[in-house]
């Protein structure tokens, strides 16, 4: 059992950067996988980027390759998303998730929680 709250998200213009956050609470944070998902108006929710439970392995979809980089500290109960070079189709609604089998993985059947969600826009 973990709580998901997602923050950092907010405007931002074609080009730059934004760091997102979920912070974790309930059991011990280090026990589960973590991933990111996003979903756009009128599109299916879409994987971005997941990492293991100890961090040493990571795996990030192809469109936010070399843009994107996901990270956790668990100390801090915490999982990141650094974005990038953000473009207008970055905009979306992006959600963290947490997964019981300690894995990276893109497939959203996996996950046992997910957060509230946090709204990234990008401007042209």
């Known amino acids: 059992q973990v709580q998901l709250v997602e923050s950092g998200g907010g405007l931002v213009q074609a080009g730059g950067s934004l760091r997102l956050s979920c912070a974790a609470s309930?059991?011990?944070?280090?026990?589960?996988?973590m991933g990111w998902f996003r979903q756009a108006p009128g599109k299916e929710r879409e994987f971005v980027a997941a990492?293991?439970?100890?961090?040493?392995?990571?795996f990030h979809v192809d469109s936010v390759k070399g843009r994107f980089t996901i990270s956790r500290d668990n100390d801090k109960n915490t999982v990141y998303l650094q974005m990038n070079s953000l473009k207008p189709e970055d905009t979306a609604v992006y959600y963290c998730?947490?997964?019981?089998?300690?894995?990276?993985?893109?497939?959203?059947?996996?996950?046992?929680?997910w957060g509230q969600g946090t709204q990234v826009t990008v401007s042209s």
């Open positions: 998730a947490a997964n019981s089998n300690r894995i990276a993985t893109p497939r959203a059947a996996y996950y046992d929680y």
């Open positions: 309930g059991r011990t944070f280090s026990n589960y996988g």
């Open positions: 990492i293991d439970w100890t961090g040493g392995s990571t």
